[in-house]
């Protein structure tokens, strides 16, 4: 009992020491985590095939979905450069290559194996949005998109992984205020944290990435 008496200031100084970190929620569990755990567990790839292989990245949105047509743009280039980091041997084609294909070809967005056969590549990761938003209200933000990604074998012609997101939002717990940004910075912020989600099925990452995505939105 001594011992434990002794002990409650030095477990209430720290508890006072980490309190701004609990106070900041997600980003404060994130660097709670890694300071007990290091980089933490690792979260292996859904679909770890496109190793050694050249890889397009095609990206359609739903036309209703959004009126910005150059999201999905900016999604595809996003997904792809994540591939090329930090994918493993991941050769991503060019997203010019990509679209003056498609331009060239007046690519019909039915069939994502002809564009992998345009572009010379071995696989084809195919982004099809079919909703997005980013304003909760006149006056909160919060991301959300529909969104299936699919891996097509392009020498097959056929589909070797799908995986759909019915309702990815972020930030997770609440929506932001829009006086604390203004939409448009949002909005890039909302693409590459969909890009990094949508990549993440292809490449090992840490679980602490996991924790800390919302803190971005608060420390914006």
Same mark, same amino acid.
């Not at 567990?41 to 979905?65: D, E, Y």
């Given at each position: ?46 679909? &770890?095939?496109?190793?050694? %292989?050249?890889? !397009?990245? /095609? ?10 047509? *150059? +999201? ?64 909760? &209200?006149?006056?909160?933000? %919060?991301?959300? !998109?529909? /969104? ?10 056929? *589909? +070797? ?60």
């Amino acid at each position: 009992m001594r011992c434990a008496h002794r002990s409650a200031p030095v477990v209430l100084l720290l508890l006072l020491a980490l309190l701004p970190l609990l106070l900041t929620c997600t980003t404060g569990c994130a660097v709670l985590y890694q300071l007990a755990y290091g980089d933490g567990p690792t979260v292996p790839p859904k679909f &770890s095939a496109l190793k050694g %292989k050249r890889v !397009a990245v /095609v990206c359609i949105m739903n036309s209703s979905a959004y009126g910005d047509g *150059e +999201v999905s743009m900016v999604l595809s280039d996003q997904v792809g450069r994540l591939l090329s980091q930090r994918g493993d041997k991941i050769d991503v084609v060019r997203p010019d290559e990509v679209s003056d294909w498609m331009d060239t070809n007046d690519w019909d967005e039915s069939n994502f194996v002809d564009v992998g056969r345009g572009v010379k590549a071995d696989m084809v990761v195919g982004i099809e949005v079919a909703a997005f938003s980013i304003h909760e &209200s006149k006056t909160l933000l %919060k991301g959300r !998109a529909n /969104v299936t990604t699919t891996v097509y074998d392009v020498a097959k012609g056929t *589909e +070797v992984f799908r995986t759909t997101d019915h309702d990815h939002s972020f930030p997770t717990s609440h929506a932001i205020p829009v006086v604390s940004t203004d939409w448009r910075s949002f909005e890039r912020m909302y693409i590459g944290v969909l890009a990094e989600h949508i990549a993440k099925n292809f490449y090992e990452y840490s679980l602490v990435e996991d924790f800390a995505r919302d803190g971005a939105a608060y420390a914006h």
